[in-house]
């Protein structure tokens, strides 16, 4: 079992910065990739960006040039950087890994989130 917790989130104003930060703990070794995800109200859940073990991101189309994802292999932490925030950008944001199957399966672990909301 892997354990996430995150950290950062809160309220900021259009056009601020947050950065969110995702511990891993328990069977890290298992993990192959990790990311972030974020569900608005009355929204689906969407993926915001995915990073693998070997630094491979991808990115939603419209975080792209705003966001950027990271890890600390040494800490075991993941990391989303969050720029020119935008009020499109308010939910309560997920961290997620997954194991060597997650491109097909999806991600396995979840953490229990973090709201994040940018006023206009």
């Known amino acids: 079992q892997v354990q996430l917790l995150e950290s950062g989130g809160g309220l900021v104003q259009a056009g601020g910065s947050l950065r969110l930060s995702c511990a891993a703990s328990?069977?890290?070794?298992?993990?192959?990739?990790m990311g972030w995800y974020r569900q608005a109200p009355g929204k689906q859940r969407e993926l915001v960006a995915t990073?693998?073990?070997?630094?491979?991101?991808n990115y939603k189309d419209s975080v792209k040039g705003r966001f950027t994802i990271s890890r600390d292999n040494v800490q075991n932490t993941v990391y989303v950087q969050m720029t020119s925030l935008k009020p499109e950008d308010t939910a309560v944001y997920y961290c997620?890994?997954?194991?060597?199957?997650?491109?097909?399966?999806?991600?396995?672990?979840w953490g229990k989130g973090t709201l994040v909301t940018v006023s206009s």
């Open positions: 328990g069977s890290i070794f298992t993990i192959n990739a």
């Open positions: 990073i693998t073990n070997g630094g491979s991101t």
């Open positions: 997620a890994a997954g194991d060597g199957s997650w491109w097909s399966n999806g991600m396995k672990y």
